[in-house]
């Protein structure tokens, strides 16, 4: 299995540009979970789906955040306008049928650096 | 709400020793995961061991092996014959009942050659 993959691995851009990161989850795994870890904050849960349906999106930081899971292979996280305070890596992870407390694969994460 | 602490940022341990990291929590519910993620230099979370909460038998991957104590909500590693590539920071995260994983601040370990 190819495991979780994200794209892009890095992203540079310009503060107020629109930032769309991308994951694919691991095939068969119904929960697909994205963080963010910071220096100061340390790693928290954004948002989280299953089957493709929101759950929980208590951690969103704000409306300038917003994902979608128009299907069970492909999810997107975007960001709109970016900000430097936005500056982190974004890890998405899935988990398979029965997600709640089984283990989650982590993606290699999405470095965002905004300028 | 859950919280999870990991009390020690920075831990040494010399390449073959035993190095015991901490981890505790805070919860009310009686049915969860405990879990040890390892972080290498190149990000990417890895998991360590996890561990139920309704198993009194701690659990045990290879040299890593944990200490659970529930009624303490003490949740720590223990990796004998450490080696270089342990090297990482280490997270201990609490998976609740809504399947939302929640971590400690982690603690960086260093192994001394």
């Known amino acids: 299995d190819a495991g979780v993959i994200q794209s892009p691995r890095h992203e540079v851009t310009e503060m107020g540009q629109e930032v769309t990161l991308r994951c694919k989850p691991i095939s068969g795994h119904d929960y697909l979970f994205w963080y963010r870890q910071t220096m100061m904050r340390g790693l928290e849960l954004l948002i989280y789906?299953?089957?493709?349906?929101?759950?929980?999106d208590s951690g969103m930081p704000e409306d300038r955040f917003s994902a979608k899971m128009p299907n069970a292979s492909f999810s997107t996280l975007k960001i709109q306008p970016s900000e430097p305070r936005d500056s982190a890596v974004y890890f998405c992870a899935s988990s398979p049928l029965g997600g709640r407390m089984e283990t989650q694969y982590f993606g290699p994460g999405t470095r965002l650096l905004v300028l | 709400a859950q919280t999870v602490t990991q009390s020690q940022p920075e831990m040494s341990v010399q390449e073959a020793e035993t190095v015991t990291l901490s981890c505790t929590y805070d919860?009310?519910?009686?049915?969860?995961?405990l879990f040890w993620y390892k972080q290498p230099p190149s990000r990417q979370m890895i998991l360590v061991i996890r561990q139920e909460a309704y198993k009194q038998q701690n659990a045990t991957e290879n040299r890593f092996s944990v200490n659970f104590q529930k009624a303490a909500k003490s949740f720590s590693l223990k990796i004998s014959d450490s080696q270089l590539g342990d090297a990482a920071m280490y997270f201990c995260a609490y998976g609740n009942q809504g399947g939302k994983l929640i971590f400690g601040q982690g603690t960086e370990l260093s192994v001394k050659p």
């Open positions: 919860t009310s519910e009686s049915d969860y995961y």
């Open positions: 789906f299953n089957n493709n349906v929101p759950i929980d």
